[in-house]
């Protein structure tokens, strides 16, 4: 199978309730949906996924991600950086120590506690990751630094999933990141219903998650260009006036300034 037909197959066992999760599966902490831990066990569930997960909190989705699979996978995070206090980043950090602990089975897993952005963050995640899992600061410029980071990390091919893409600084993040790789779209999914929001406002913060898809997962199948930037026009269709505005103003930056 194709990268196409492995995200179309696990997003349709997802939507079925079907993984190979356990039905006591700990959500102690676990800030993602059961259909969008589901999601992951079934995308890593076939031959030659090498994963990337930039924002790993608690280790319910890496964890999911490992349950039954044996496959190449990096954690990248920074509990004591973001979590206060102290004492709850200990607790979330030694949560995702015991989940990676009980399903890391066979999988070859490295954690690494470092910023995305910095350089040799990038160097030690090496190269070929051809399932990148973002679900950390969902910022606009946050979004858009982490993906852009890890760019050469990236295979040719790769599959995209974004937790939290109601929010619209998520939704705008990944467009500038899209915008500036170049990368063509083999497949576009937003997963669940929640309306989009601003998280970053206080009515924002007042918006409640889904069960099932939490704030909304996006699974995308992009192809890295050869060179030069190429925003397709199915991402026109796909992608909300904000994000689209920003990619605009992100190629006549490009186009005046040049390479």
């Known amino acids: 199978m194709n990268l ?4 179309r197959a696990a997003a349709r066992e997802a939507r079925a309730g079907r993984s190979k999760l356990p039905a006591d599966f700990s959500t102690e902490e676990a800030l993602s949906g059961v259909k969008g831990r589901a999601l992951l066990n079934n995308l890593c569930g076939h031959p030659g996924i090498r994963l990337l997960e930039i924002g790993a909190y608690a280790g319910s989705t890496l964890a999911s991600a490992l349950c039954g699979n044996e496959i190449d ?3 990248v995070d920074t509990w004591y950086e973001f979590i206060m206090p102290s004492e709850r980043a200990s607790r979330v950090k030694r949560l995702f120590d015991e989940r990676l602990a009980r399903y890391r089975g066979r999988s070859r ?13 990038a160097r030690e995640i090496g190269r070929g990751i051809n399932l990148c899992f973002f679900d ?24 995209l999933l974004v937790d939290d893409y109601a929010m619209i600084s998520t939704q705008c993040g990944v467009a500038r990141a899209i915008a500036a790789l170049g990368c063509e779209v083999l497949e576009w999914q937003v997963l669940g219903a929640h309306p989009t929001f601003d998280w970053y406002t206080p009515e924002g913060q007042r918006e409640r998650e889904d069960r099932d898809w939490w704030f909304n997962y996006l699974l995308a199948v992009l192809r890295k260009p050869g060179r030069g930037m190429a925003t397709s026009r199915f991402i026109k269709q796909v992608l909300p006036a904000p994000a689209l505005h920003l990619i605009r103003r992100i190629r006549t930056r490009k186009q005046a300034t040049g390479p």
């Open 4 to 7: 196409v037909e492995i995200a």
């Open 73 to 75: 996978a990096v954690a």
């Open 109 to 121: 897993v490295r954690v690494i506690e470092r910023s995305i952005y910095l350089p040799e963050t």
């Open 136 to 159: 950390a600061d969902h910022t606009t410029v946050a979004t858009e630094r982490s993906l852009l980071a890890v760019r050469d990390c990236l295979a040719y091919e790769f599959i």
